[in-house]
């Protein structure tokens, strides 16, 4: 049990795709200057994570080796159209902001990534807790960096006034160095809770 737990908390902290591997980077500036944006890239990036996670896994002893990244990319691209309608439908006003970033998830460099590093190598359950843990590392980070720099940059939460209005909003917040600043800063703090875990010298 505890070895699964490990595949899950290993993707959140250890190996958060974003703080510590570094990719992903472009869609986390992107959504992040706003907590509604970031929970419905998760959502999406759930959408497409797990079950891809999934399906490779169950495929991957007759997937051939020579073709395998082609069938990676037609099945995240499934899975990404199927993510893209349902937030369209549903989540309309904040799908029409982040579309295209929803869109481009088929090219996410997390989701192929664990496809091939992951779920290709291994069992169906493993894999859909790979994709469970990554879905959470991402989710995380996109919205701690959302609340700080919209509540920040804005004044508000999820659209909802916070601050008072005399608060005067700091621009920069919701402008993509503020993203960069908020990704360092949440980098060093993980680096340096897993030194001192001894995780890392």
Do not use: H
Not at 19 to 28: E, P, V, W
Not at 177 to 201: C, D, H, N, Q, V
């Amino acid at each position: 049990m505890k070895k699964k737990l490990d595949i899950i908390w290993n993707a959140i902290i250890p190996n958060n795709p974003v703080l510590i591997i570094s990719i992903g980077l472009c869609s986390t500036i992107a959504v992040s200057n706003s907590v509604q944006s970031a929970l419905l890239m998760t959502f999406a990036f759930a959408m497409v994570q797990i079950p891809s996670n999934i399906i490779v896994s169950a495929m991957r002893k007759i997937i051939p080796n020579e073709i395998r990244v082609p069938i990676f990319v037609t099945v995240i691209a499934a899975f990404t159209t199927i993510a893209a309608l349902i937030s369209q439908a549903y989540f309309n006003a904040v799908y029409q902001i982040i579309k295209l970033y929803i869109l481009l998830v088929v090219v996410n460099c997390i989701i192929i990534g664990r496809a091939e590093a992951f779920a290709y190598q291994n069992g169906i359950f493993d894999s859909f807790l790979d994709g469970v843990g990554n879905t959470i590392g991402y989710g995380l980070v996109l919205l701690t960096i959302a609340v700080v720099r919209e509540l920040i940059g804005k004044g508000a939460l999820a659209g909802i006034q916070i601050l008072p209005d005399s608060y005067q909003p700091m621009l920069l917040m919701v402008l993509p160095p503020s993203g960069f600043i908020m990704i360092g800063i949440l980098t060093g703090a993980i680096e340096t809770y897993l030194r001192k875990k001894g995780g890392k010298k």
